[in-house]
């Protein structure tokens, strides 16, 4: 069964970095589309970032984090990493890794694609 576990959030002060981790349990990373949700209250789930499995690795980033939130793969870890810089008060937010098996490569985020999710968490960027 495929688990995702996350980590790294918290409160940051703006400017600041924070990284988020997804460990996937059950399934070898690479084998799964993994894109990052972020959900702030009254507002839709938004999409953030997504790597593909396709094998150039299909990064796409929403143009709010573009520059900011480098996303990358540890397949010694099976972890995706979500790099966050240069934290703004609007990227305030629970962020959710989720997984799928497959190829997702169209640009954009759609929550229903993805069958497997994490417990989310709350990032806070506030002085």
């Known amino acids: 069964q495929v688990q995702l576990v996350e980590s790294g959030g918290g409160l940051v002060q703006p400017g600041g970095s924070l990284r988020r981790s997804c460990v996937v349990s059950?399934?070898?990373?690479?084998?799964?589309?993994i894109g990052w949700f972020r959900e702030d209250p009254g507002k839709e789930r938004e999409g953030v970032s997504r790597?593909?499995?396709?094998?150039?690795?299909?990064?796409w980033y929403a143009d709010s984090v573009k520059g900011r939130f480098p996303l990358s793969r540890d397949h010694i870890e099976n972890t995706v990493i979500l790099q966050m810089n240069s934290l703004k008060p609007e990227d305030t937010a629970v962020y959710y890794c989720?997984?799928?098996?497959?190829?997702?490569?169209?640009?954009?985020?759609?929550?229903?694609?993805?069958?497997?999710w994490g417990q989310g968490i709350q990032v806070t960027v506030s002085s």
């Open positions: 790597i593909s499995t396709t094998p150039d690795s299909a990064i």
């Open positions: 059950g399934a070898t990373v690479e084998d799964y589309t």
């Open positions: 989720a997984a799928d098996p497959r190829a997702i490569v169209i640009p954009g985020l759609k929550p229903y694609e993805y069958i497997h």
